[in-house]
């Protein structure tokens, strides 16, 4: 084989390489859906009585639209709450009053912390705290309601 | 006083401890000459060619090629010494996957900075050498058995070096090109001032080029000569070897403890059948 | 007594004969590596090989991979429809190439095609004595072909194991969505928001470039102690296939243990 010829369809083969992961990590991946931040992030922690199944790297949403990443999950050993660090792009601000909630994909699907602004004019800086905070629904506790609930009919 | 390209003292070897090919042999190749070294097949003539280009090492005894001990040379020295050596392999063993251009400039390639323009010609000239001007473009597999020998002998030339061992380079050729390739030895031989050491079992090809034999058969050397003294030899070994007679101190029959006639079931009386 | 040393040393020398070749084969792969600055300079060598061993192997790895994101989108449909789950259509493929099928099927494909060629080509060199001549040459011949060979196809898994997860989901998506009527815009954002980048592609690169050692040395090691015979060449690269299959399959389990 030519040498030139060679070159050629190696360079073909490393090309279709690229496309191979450009595809994979956009289409696939959906790594432009988030962190396209230009600005960079900042982080938020916020503590929790129950956080269910949320995992580090689930998705912090307003309105449903991803505004950052569960960075950090911790035991809290002195008030036994569990304490999240969520790592949000800095465009995104929030006011001293927000609150959290862990939510639930669907009915049944992974959970997620969803949060909303509050009315305050001041906002919350680097490594502050949101104090509204909302556990997980735990389905066992939903059920022994519904149950204490009608039996108590 | 000549000097001595290759000196073999005391060399025992086996590819297994227990079973040694080669048993307690010492000789010498004399610069300048070409020796050849014969024996029946299993003799251990080629594995004595592999000692001298270090490719095995003597379990005892030491090889020494161009005075230097070859069994204690390390990576580097034995790939300095290997480019003053030349070996032509049984069938030609050129690189199927380059061209017959590229075979022959592989050593200059490697291990010189010659231009490219430079490199043809030295290409040119080896192939000439051989008689084989013109097939640079050519492929190993588009040569015929002889021609591609004479590539390799032309590849192995390329450095010019002082030392040439051949295995088997007559073996499978017509007479015509086995000619032509003993001529080519010598004639290399003589022009480059080259010492070159023929392991063989091809006795006419031999005496006519050959300054002197050594006679190997089981491990050991049996006989030595130069060519006159060897075809006037009483010697049985050499003499079977030479005049290839079918009965003599060679067997040509496999050694085994089973008797052939209990075997069939002949009756050694009657020479029957039982 | 002597019928039971016996019977331990034959049902014992498997494992013997499996660590010598073990500690051979690293022995080798040590060579390579401190012979890595030859092919570098002779880039050529390394372009010759990734053409032998990448190139020629795009069209089986992405038929395979549309093949199998096909039968993973048929069988993943069959079973999503009875939880009512149709919609996770495309997380399901896409992870089951990503994670595992795509390293590791495109690892044993390329050992059955690539990897056995390059055995046959060594063990024939050898059968021919082209590597003694090279040697006597005083050329290296760890440095001039096996050390190119080991770099060709190191390069070459892992960009084929990239082809094999692409064409996959592309089939994947053909039966979903194009057979099937799955909604489109439903495949690629469940998939989008299921599939992680760090977690799921770059772990499945990973995966593929150690199997692409795993499978390359194999498949030059075969070739470089094959017996120089007809024989012997056949006998070793059946050698590679079966070895670099197994290999795989045991690399996966433990590089999934550790990663997922």
């Not at chain 1, 790594?31 to 269910?52: E, K, Q």
């Not at chain 2, 031999?206 to 006037?232: C, H, N, R, W």
């Not at chain 3, 997380?91 to 056995?116: M, N, T, Y």
Request: glycine share 10%; proline share 3%.
């Amino acid at each position: 084989m030519k040498r030139i010829a060679l070159d050629f369809f190696v360079g073909v083969f490393v090309l279709i390489g690229i496309i191979c992961i450009a595809f994979l990590s956009l289409r696939v991946a959906g790594i432009s859906n988030f962190s396209g931040n230009t600005s960079g992030t900042y982080t938020l922690y916020a503590s929790f009585n129950n956080i269910g199944s949320l995992k580090i790297d689930a998705p912090v949403k307003v309105s449903g639209f991803i505004v950052g990443r569960v960075t950090n999950i911790q035991l809290n050993p002195k008030t036994y709450q569990a304490q999240i660090a969520l790592n949000i792009g800095k465009n995104y601000k929030f006011s001293t009053d927000s609150s959290a909630q862990i939510l639930t994909t669907g009915l049944l699907g992974e959970q997620y912390v969803g949060l909303q602004s509050g009315a305050d004019s001041q906002y919350l800086a680097n490594d502050g705290k949101i104090s509204i905070t909302s556990s997980a629904m735990v389905l066992e506790d939903l059920i022994s309601k519904f149950m204490t609930n009608i039996n108590t009919k | 006083m000549e000097k001595n390209i290759v000196v073999i003292k005391n060399v025992t070897f086996g590819y297994d401890e227990d079973k040694p090919i080669i048993k307690n042999i010492s000789l010498n190749i004399p610069q300048g000459k070409i020796t050849a070294i014969m024996g029946g097949s299993g003799s251990g003539k080629t594995t004595l060619l592999r000692l001298m280009s270090g490719q095995y090492t003597a379990d005892r005894g030491s090889v020494s090629v161009f005075d230097q001990n070859v069994g204690s040379l390390n990576n580097r020295e034995i790939l300095k010494l290997r480019r003053n050596l030349g070996m032509l392999f049984q069938f030609g063993a050129l690189f199927t996957d380059m061209s017959v251009y590229e075979n022959v400039a592989f050593s200059l390639r490697e291990h010189t900075d010659l231009p490219q323009e430079i490199i043809d010609k030295i290409v040119a000239m080896k192939l000439e050498a051989v008689g084989l001007f013109g097939t640079q473009n050519m492929m190993p597999q588009e040569l015929s058995g002889g021609m591609a020998r004479r590539i390799a002998l032309a590849r192995s030339i390329a450095l010019d070096p002082e030392l040439m061992l051949y295995d088997e380079p007559f073996t499978g050729l017509d007479p015509i090109s086995l000619n032509v390739s003993a001529m080519l030895i010598k004639k290399l031989n003589d022009a480059l001032g080259q010492t070159s050491v023929l392991v063989t079992h091809d006795i006419e090809a031999s005496l006519k080029i050959v300054d002197y034999i050594y006679f190997m058969a089981g491990g050991e050397i049996v006989a030595s000569g130069t060519p006159e003294e060897v075809q006037k030899t009483n010697n049985p070994i050499v003499r079977q070897f030479i005049d290839g007679k079918v009965s003599g101190p060679f067997s040509f029959e496999y050694d085994t403890s089973l008797d052939y006639n209990t075997y069939i079931g002949l009756d050694s009386q009657s020479g029957n059948l039982s | 007594m002597k019928r039971i040393y016996n019977a331990i040393a034959i049902i014992g020398s498997p494992f013997t004969t499996f660590i010598l070749h073990l500690g051979r084969i690293t022995n080798l792969f040590f060579q390579i590596l401190l012979s890595l600055a030859y092919p570098f300079k002779n880039f050529s060598l390394i372009i010759k090989e990734i053409h032998f061993s990448g190139v020629r192997s795009i069209v089986i790895i992405a038929v395979s991979g549309w093949f199998v994101g096909m039968v993973l989108g048929l069988q993943g449909y069959n079973t999503l429809e009875r939880f009512g789950s149709v919609s996770m259509l495309g997380s399901v493929v896409a992870l089951s190439l990503l994670r595992e099928l795509g390293p590791v099927l495109s690892a044993i494909l390329f050992a059955s095609r690539a990897g056995s060629g390059m055995t046959a080509e060594i063990g024939l060199m050898k059968a021919t004595e082209q590597i003694d001549a090279m040697s006597v040459m005083a050329v290296d011949p760890i440095k001039r072909i096996i050390a190119p060979k080991f770099i060709g196809g190191i390069i070459a898994v892992p960009i084929l194991s990239l082809l094999f997860n692409t064409a996959g989901i592309w089939g994947g998506y053909f039966v979903g969505v194009t057979l099937l009527h799955l909604d489109r815009g439903t495949f690629w954002s469940q998939m989008q928001s299921s599939v992680q980048f760090h977690g799921d592609v770059m772990n499945g690169l990973i995966k593929s470039f150690i199997f692409g050692i795993a499978v390359t040395l194999i498949a030059v090691y075969q070739g470089f102690i094959a017996k120089p015979s007809a024989l012997g060449v056949s006998l070793a690269t059946t050698n590679t296939v079966v070895s670099s299959a197994l290999t795989v399959l045991a690399l996966d389990f433990i590089l999934t243990a550790l990663m997922f």
